[in-house]
Every structure is written in structure tokens, then in C-alpha cells.
T-cell receptor, first 111, second 111 residues
Framework: DGGITQSPKYLFRKEGQNVTLSCEQN?????MYWYRQDPGQGLRLIYY???????QKGDIAEGYSVSREKKESFPLTVTSAQKNPTAFYLC??????????FGSGTRLTVV | GIQVEQSPPDLILQEGANSTLRCNFS?????LQWFHQNPWGQLINLFY???GTKQNGRLSATTVATERYSLLYISSSQTTDSGVYFC?????????????FGKGTKLTVNP
């Protein structure tokens, strides 16, 4: 079955540490997205990519970095510059015209 | 950028009741979607509805694009309908499309 796989489901980060969240899709979608969700809030866009080797900053890109070396993969790195990284992170892909599919998310906690 | 507002923020129902959720958006759109986020965080695409009316079982949605709002109707609610309902609209910039989310309506259906 096609879909999006995010890993890990739970991640704990120490102060000053960089961590990388994985997002893989086998839907052959060109576009991929990373969103952050805080408790009781909607989803806010971190980064997005329409094609391989190209990506754009979203509304809250500071403290995050991404790469898009393969169509199937769009990893997100939460750097030590992100001062409040504890949140739920969702990855999505799209074929356009409403065809958005979301992964099951990664819960990141700073310890 | 485009603004998306949802109401009410919270809704509590008894099983079997009907409800209407509203989404207002600040600019014309050609892509509007409704999502359900279950208690485990998974986002499920309910409707792609830039205009008109669609129905899927006990759920239906109507978008009046000229008046910039969309409504999600839930009839004969069940406890499994609990969760957060998000409205999202697509914003296009420089040929790239991204979804902008409202803050959601948290629905609790009690047995």
C-alpha cells in the first residue's frame, strides 16, 4: 500500500542537540511538506518542496533545516537554534488538487 | 497571506446529535479541504471541496466560494467522530502551493 512513513514516533532531544526526523513516501508525489503542531493549535508550515533539490521556507523555518535529494524522502533537522522544539511534527505529500496525504507524526520532546 | 478562521473552537455533543462546523477564509481559493485528526494525531482527508456540496455517509460539506466560507455537517454523531476538525485552504506563491490551516474545532461526542 502507498503512503507516508514518519519515524520515529517519539523522539527525545537534549538541550543543544540536533535531531533529524524522517519522512518517506511511496506515492510518487512531487510535493512534500513539514508542519508543526502545538497543543490546541493548528498546523504551521515549516518547509516545503515542490521538486527534488528545491525547497522553500514556510512560516516558521527558523531553527530548522531540510533536504530533498530524492523524490521519496524529505528529512527535517531540528537544530539547536530552535529554542522551543517540543511539538508534534507532521509530514505530508501532495499530487495537487486536494490530494494531500499525511504521515502519522513524530512527537519531539526536549529533556 | 490568507487567513483561515474556524468556529466554534470547542464543541461537546451527545451521541446522536447533529452539528455544523464553520470555516471562514479571507481570500478567494481554488482548493479547500476538511481534515479530521483522531486522538492519536493522524490526519485524515475528509473532503476536497473548493465549491459546491459533497456528501460521504453521515458527513457532508458545503463551500460558498463567493462568500468565502465552508460548512461541515456531522449528522447522528458517534463517539468515533471525536477529535479535531481542520479546514485548510491552498495558497499559491510563485507557482508553489501550500496549505494554510485554521486552528480547528475540537469535537467531543459523549456516549
Amino acid at each position: 500500500d502507498g503512503g507516508i512513513t514518519q519515524s520515529p514516533k517519539y523522539l527525545f532531544r537534549k538541550e543543544g542537540q540536533n535531531v533529524t526526523l524522517s519522512c518517506e513516501q511511496n506515492l510518487n508525489h512531487d510535493a512534500m511538506y513539514w508542519y508543526r503542531q502545538d497543543p490546541g493549535q493548528g498546523l504551521r508550515l515549516i518547509y516545503y518542496s515542490q521538486i527534488v533539490n528545491d525547497f522553500q521556507k514556510g512560516d516558521i523555518a527558523e531553527g530548522y533545516s531540510v533536504s530533498r535529494e530524492k523524490k521519496e524522502s524529505f528529512p527535517l533537522t531540528v537544530t539547536s537554534a530552535q529554542k522551543n522544539p517540543t511539538a508534534f511534527y507532521l509530514c505530508a505529500s501532495s499530487k495537487g488538487l486536494g490530494g494531500y496525504t499525511f504521515g502519522s507524526g513524530t512527537r519531539l520532546t526536549v529533556v | 497571506g490568507i487567513q483561515v478562521e474556524q468556529s466554534p473552537p470547542d464543541l461537546i455533543l451527545q451521541e446522536g446529535a447533529n452539528s455544523t462546523l464553520r470555516c471562514n477564509f479571507s481570500d478567494s481559493v481554488n482548493n479547500l479541504q476538511w481534515f479530521h485528526q483522531n486522538p492519536w494525531g493522524q490526519l485524515i482527508n475528509l473532503f476536497y471541496i473548493p465549491s459546491g456540496t459533497k456528501q460521504n455517509g453521515r458527513l457532508s460539506a458545503t463551500t460558498v466560494a463567493t462568500e468565502r466560507y465552508s460548512l461541515l455537517y456531522i449528522s447522528s454523531s458517534q463517539t468515533t467522530d471525536s477529535g479535531v476538525y481542520f479546514c485548510a485552504v491552498a495558497e499559491t506563491q510563485g507557482g508553489s502551493e501550500k496549505l494554510v490551516f485554521g486552528k480547528g474545532t475540537k469535537l467531543t461526542v459523549n456516549p
